[in-house]
């Protein structure tokens, strides 16, 4: 009996020691992170130029545009999204002055909104930013020929940011203290003019860090009249980006901001066809890979860039129509929502569509104008298209297959330029 | 030779001993132009040397004795009687009425000599029995000469105490029996200073310890002498004396020197040792005799100033006797250092420990009130809100105090409630106090005050006193009374503390009867149960406190306490008694409660209780390790892993707060009343991925842990969650939203919550994300190491469109008004006047102007009920003591 009771003193002991703990309870699954029907814009009313906020959606109903800056709310307007599915606002509207930030907040999370920022002969256009991310690049940029870079850290939010600004140039990283702790107060915008802090640059990429709080990063250029405005990115490992037709330089650049070697291979969707693997390379640390596909036609094209490690590939044009710049998209989908895509009067708006699947496509366009029809076509496998854009301030695309669009507007003496919003991952 | 001792007149005496044949006399040691007639030897080995082998016996005597002429005879005669190795004289001081000075005596493990003699005890034949002793004195010993000769002798490094107790001590380990013979009375002038004290006789006795004992036991000894001088040394100079710390310095220093010699002394020993040291423990006293005398010394000294005829001082020596005493004092002044951090700073406040709240509004909250945790609740306070409130109202509501003053009755209580388990289940030592710091820091209380839980350590301090009853008898008369009343009264208060644990004095009963244990009488142990009467609405309204394993403390017990419990319980299982007893009852109890928590199948109720039993299980089990008895290696084994236990849990509550964590969580929220406007402070919503961080029970938010806490401090009755109502829900599912980053405003869609403030607490999660990106919640710099947002939106707890009503008590009060007043609390009818359900919150008339919930349901009738229990309990206890 006595051992009997050891027996059962050593099973219970043993049990104690050896059977798995339950360990701490676990909290409930956490949701999946939505982006918020919002967008974020630059606001720029400054000497002849002037911002129109446009606004596209698949559902009609309500929204309003809130202007900031320096720490206060500047103005409010609401807009109504038509049965043509799109809206526009002017900036100054708002009470937006100078550089400051919009904040829209839209009926639907299915809308997009652009701003196009206009002056007496300069054009500039870019997507408003859904969602903020912790990292994003701005590659593109320069300060050698052209008489201002600046890149604008836009804070909508209640809470203060902190950013560092990681900046490589064709020299290497650029170190200089006021890329550190950039602070960006609630409700605010800070511009950092690159040209005054890194002058004489030919390439410069621009990672932004968010250390606290939440920003949205924006790169501005300008020289004699001529501008572009595109916005940072997050890194990603493959990007489609179309090419519209003309002359001039087309430059594609691929930036990283790993401090690491990668590797990369630029596919190119040209006249004659698919061409896989293009141009492959290792990128450096930080480093940056430019190609001028202007070199190689005055068509539309498009490119793929596929890189082992993410990256941000951006389209910087420059003809005699001035400067254009924007990012790729990292997805293809079905739908395109191309707020501000139209052509100015006298000047020649063309949408690139690219069907980046290895089937054809059937694709429907439709101009968001009250009375506007459709446009349906058909777009084999790799085939990039061009179809001339109608004076309107907005677009849609449809497709039955993946599809990437990008729209491009050019008057004498300026250009716009600006991918579309994808809605549905193709 | 003694120095300055008359040897001719010692020869003298020996020479008129009557013993035949006559002695042949050797004199040893160094004197002047020696002209007598004995042999003149240089030392005492050598004179053993040289004692021929037909001589049977050696007296060896110093110069400055004086004994009768039947001295000698007396001792050879009863040596033999005896077939002893060793006899010693009674020895009487020169010059006194035969005041006593030795008649052998015990030591403790030490070697301290008790002599059991009080100063200037007088010989009255009082003690004139031949009996085995640890020692005795080397002013007069009859020796075997074969044995002599073996041991080489007295060690001439020692003085003479400590060399009649190395000898003896050697003698005994050869296989020799020590005695003491009254009838042989020898006069000590006391030359040689045979009494014991000066720093040569204690290292004198440090060396006979080293030699005599085997590697085991030095192995504990050693560090329990360090620290017994260390306390000696400390307490001498509370008294003002600095010598005993010289002495033991010098003690130390000394030994150290001779340790090659002390060395030499064991291998020699080691070829003629035939005993082990446990037949060296069968003559030693109880724990340590220095630091008896001087509690004695201290406790005469206090008692002195109120106490002239020293009746109260001789009570107070009987105490210091008693063998548990200096366990307990030792467990309690590890209590106090335990707590010293609250004894200065006063009471931490995170975790599940809270300041309680006014006495009123605690007991009305217990006896049916309104809940206020969270969003607020009609189920019914954890039933320890009234007991706390009835602390509280003892100590003047002064609730600082009545914390502190409670937390250390915990420890008091635990360690006293251990020892007196242990005496009802039979063990005496010291070990059964000390114990009672593994009930408070053992393998389940640890990991619960760890987490913060007050309660659990108060119902820690009480399950043992209850426990008692599950070993005691129901005597018949009016001790029964006594017997039912105290089972009763300290059901209900263990009831309050921590429900299940009712159930521990029939679960051991239950064990005792299935192992053929020690147990008592089953009535008792059922009369516990009774106890959950007091808890019966509480568990009623929200059985997932004990059954839902999603709401699980979680807490995981380190691998090395089963092993140490097992360790510290098999061994004494193979033996018999007390010990087999407590081991067995506390073996199964610790482990099977181990056990039953490692899955993680109950909810925090239940874990609580079994991680409580762990502790009391595992305590017993130390008790019984603890407990002086043979040293086998079986019985050693366990005492080390006894000793373990208790080291392990004297690092877990040694952290200044009796192991509960530091900080105070209602200090640091402080910016919430003070930055409140009208309507007072709205309600914090504190949010974690590490529960851990979180006031009181958590709620399992969407990938986040949360608590919505009031904005004026947490308090006790807030620790646990009610049942989730539709506010919750509601609440849940906002957060949900906003934890998707869809919420560009969530402070508006908090605000109705009355949420003013969004404590993030611990590593950035979901919510840091998605509240960088967002508009209404304004961060502010207010707290370190947690990221706090303030809502200016939030609505008032108490709001009419035109007024803002206040809290008053567990209540609202404001202006007048015809509009309806929102509370931001889950609805519930009970709220007057005329409550109205908006939403999942409540509206009331405004034109009282004020708002009362009205107590009422079960949670009242048990309140009642278990006030009636609580009365009969003490009725009981009362009766029985006034009648017996």
Request: glycine content about 12%; overall charge negative.
């Amino acid at each position: 009996m006595k051992l009997g009771w050891i027996a059962v003193v050593i099973a219970l002991g043993l049990a104690a020691a050896f059977v798995p703990a339950s360990g701490s309870p676990t909290a409930g699954e956490a949701p999946g992170l939505e982006s918020p029907p919002v967008a974020v814009c630059p606001l720029i009313e400054v000497g002849d130029r002037s911002t129109r906020v446009h606004v596209v959606s698949l559902v009609e109903g309500d929204g309003r545009m809130i202007a900031f800056s320096a720490g206060s709310i500047l103005g409010e307007s609401e807009f109504s999204i038509a049965t043509d599915g799109s809206a526009s606002v002017a900036a100054r509207d708002s009470g937006a002055i100078a550089s400051s930030g919009g904040l829209l907040e839209f009926p639907d999370v299915s809308s997009a909104a652009a701003v196009r920022v206009e002056g007496e002969t300069s054009r500039a256009a870019e997507s408003c930013v859904g969602a903020p991310t912790e990292r994003a690049l701005l590659g593109g940029g320069a300060t050698s020929d052209v008489s201002g870079f600046e890149v604008l850290l836009v804070n909508p939010y209640s809470a203060e940011a902190v950013a560092d600004l990681t900046v490589v140039s064709e020299s290497g990283l650029e170190s200089d203290s006021r890329f550190e702790g950039i602070i960006v107060p609630p409700s605010s915008t800070r511009t950092i003019d690159m040209g005054v802090i890194v002058p004489g640059r030919d390439q410069l990429s621009v990672t932004v860090e968010t250390r606290r709080g939440a920003l949205i990063g924006y790169g501005l250029i300008r020289s004699e009249g001529q501008q572009a405005l595109w916005r940072a990115v997050a890194p990603a490992q493959d990007w489609w980006l179309p090419v519209p037709a003309g002359e001039g330089s087309k430059l594609i650049t691929i930036s990283s901001s790993l401090a690491a070697d990668l590797e990369y291979q630029v596919d190119v969707y040209g006249p004659e066809g698919f061409q896989e693997g293009f141009a492959t390379g290792i990128l450096a640390p930080r480093g940056q890979f430019q190609l001028d596909l202007g070199e190689l036609s005055g068509e539309a094209m498009a490119v793929r860039v596929s890189a082992s490690a993410p990256v941000v590939t951006t389209l910087f044009t420059r003809s005699n129509g001035g400067y254009g710049v924007t990012p790729g998209s990292p997805v293809d989908a079905l739908t395109w929502l191309l707020p501000a895509a139209g052509a100015t009067a006298g000047g020649a708006g063309q949408l690139v569509l690219l069907n980046s699947g290895v089937d054809a496509v059937d694709v429907e366009v439709r101009a968001l104008s009250q009375g506007a029809s459709a446009e349906t076509l058909q777009l084999e496998a790799e085939q990039v298209a061009v179809l001339p854009m109608a004076e309107v301030t907005g677009y849609r695309v449809d497709a039955s297959g993946p599809l990437v669009a990008l729209w491009f507007d050019e008057v004498p003496g300026d250009s716009a330029l600006a991918i579309g919003t994808p809605l549905d991952d193709g | 030779m003694v120095e300055g001792a008359d040897i001719e007149a010692a020869l003298a005496v020996v020479a008129r001993q009557v013993y035949e044949p006559a002695p042949e006399v050797a004199v040893v040691g160094e004197v002047e132009d020696w002209q007598g007639n004995a042999e003149l030897l240089a030392s005492l080995e050598e004179a053993i040397a040289e004692t021929s082998s037909d001589v049977e016996y050696l007296w060896l005597l110093h110069a400055d004795a004086r004994p009768r002429p039947d001295a000698l005879a007396a001792l050879v005669a009863e040596t033999e009687r005896n077939e002893a190795a060793l006899a010693g004289s009674k020895l009487l001081r020169a010059g006194t009425q035969d005041e006593l000075e030795s008649v052998g005596g015990a030591t403790d493990v030490f070697g301290e000599p008790y002599s059991g003699l009080d100063e200037g005890e007088i010989d009255l034949q009082q003690y004139d029995v031949v009996r085995e002793v640890a020692f005795v004195g080397s002013a007069s010993m009859l020796v075997r000469r074969d044995l002599a000769q073996g041991l080489g002798g007295l060690d001439p490094l020692l003085p003479p105490v400590a060399a009649g107790l190395d000898f003896s001590q050697r003698a005994r380990l050869a296989g020799g029996r020590v005695i003491t013979v009254p009838s042989s009375e020898v006069y000590h002038q006391g030359r040689c200073g045979e009494r014991g004290t000066g720093w040569r006789e204690q290292a004198g006795r440090l060396r006979a310890m080293l030699i005599a004992y085997r590697p085991l036991t030095l192995l504990w000894v050693v560090p329990y002498d360090l620290l017994v001088s260390l306390l000696d040394s400390v307490l001498s100079l509370l008294m003002l004396r600095w010598k005993p710390l010289v002495r033991h310095t010098y003690s130390w220093l000394w030994n150290l020197i001779h340790l090659p010699s002390t060395l030499r002394q064991r291998m020699k020993l080691s070829k003629v040792r035939s005993e082990g040291d446990e037949e060296l423990f069968r003559f030693h006293a109880r724990g340590s005799l220095r630091l008896r005398s001087i509690g004695e010394e201290l406790s005469g000294r206090f008692l002195g100033l109120f106490d002239e005829d020293q009746a109260l001082s001789r009570e107070s020596r009987r105490i210091w006797r008693a063998p548990g005493i200096w366990g307990a004092l030792a467990a309690i002044a590890v209590v106090g250092f335990g707590l010293r951090s609250v004894f200065f700073s006063g009471m931490p406040s995170s975790g599940f420990n809270f300041p309680w709240e006014p006495p009123g509004i605690a007991l009305s909250r217990w006896l049916g009130g309104w809940n206020d945790t969270g969003l607020g609740s009609s189920a019914p306070v954890h039933p320890s809100v009234g007991l706390l409130g009835l602390l509280s109202a003892v100590w003047l509501a002064a609730e600082g105090a009545a914390r502190v003053v409670a937390t250390f009755g915990i420890g008091i209580l635990g360690i006293i409630g251990m020892g007196r388990l242990g005496g009802r289940l039979g063990l005496h030592g010291p070990g059964r106090y000390l114990a009672g710091l593994v009930l408070i820091g053992g393998p389940g209380t640890a990991l619960l005050a760890g987490r913060g839980s007050w309660l659990s350590l108060a119902a820690a301090a009480a399950i043992p006193w209850l426990a008692r009853s599950a070993f005691a008898q129901m005597d018949s008369g009016p001790r029964r009374w006594w017997a039912i009343g105290s089972t009763l009264f300290l059901a209900v208060i263990v009831g309050s503390l921590s429900p299940l644990l009712v159930l521990v004095p029939a679960i051991l009963w239950i064990v005792g009867w299935v192992t053929g244990s020690r147990r008592g009488d089953w009535r008792l142990a059922l009369i516990s149960i009774l106890g959950g009467v007091t808890a019966a609405a509480f568990l009623a309204a929200d059985p997932g406190w004990l059954v839902d394993e999603a709401r699980r403390l979680g807490l995981d017990i380190h691998f090395a306490w089963p092993v140490i419990v097992l360790v510290a319980c098999a061994p004494l299982l193979l033996g018999e008694g007390a010990r087999r007893d407590a081991a067995l009852v506390g073996g199964v109890l610790s482990l099977g409660a181990l056990v039953a928590s490692r899955p993680g199948w109950l909810g925090p109720g239940a874990e609580e209780a079994l991680l409580v039993s762990a502790s009391l299980g595992a305590a017993l089990v130390v008790s019984a390790a603890l407990e002086p008895a043979t040293k086998r290696l079986v019985d050693l084994a366990a005492l080390a892993a006894g000793t373990a236990a208790v080291l392990l849990s004297i690092v877990s509550i040694t952290n200044g707060s009796l192991g509960l964590p530091g900080g105070d969580l209602n200090e640091e929220l402080a910016f919430a009343e003070t930055l409140a406007e009208e309507g007072g402070p709205g309600r914090i919503l504190i949010a974690s991925t590490d529960p851990s961080l979180l006031p009181g029970e958590p709620s399992s938010g969407p990938g986040f842990f949360f608590r919505l806490i009031d904005g004026s401090g947490m308090t006790a009755d807030e620790i646990w969650l009610p049942p989730d109502r539709s506010g919750d829900n509601s609440l849940m599912s906002a957060l949900t939203d906003i934890a998707t980053g869809m919420e560009l405003r969530p402070g508006a869609v908090l605000a109705d919550y009355s949420v003013e403030w969004v404590v993030l607490a611990g590593e950035p999660f979901r919510l840091d994300q998605v509240l960088a990106a967002q508009l209404d919640l304004e961060p502010v710099p207010l707290a370190s190491g947690a990221r706090v947002f303030q809502n200016s939106q939030a609505a008032p707890l108490a709001t009419a469109p035109s007024e803002v009503w206040a809290r008053e008590g567990t209540g609202f009060t404001g202006e007048p008004t015809e509009e309806r007043v929102r509370l931001a609390i889950a609805f519930d009818s009970s709220w007057s006047p005329d409550s109205q359900m908006i939403d999942w919150a409540t509206t009331v008339d405004g034109r009282s102007g004020s708002a009362e919930y009205v107590p009422g349901g079960p949670g009242q009738l048990v309140a009642i009920g278990t006030l009636v229990l609580f009365g009969l309990g003490l009725a009981a206890m009362v009766i029985g003591r006034s009648r017996s």
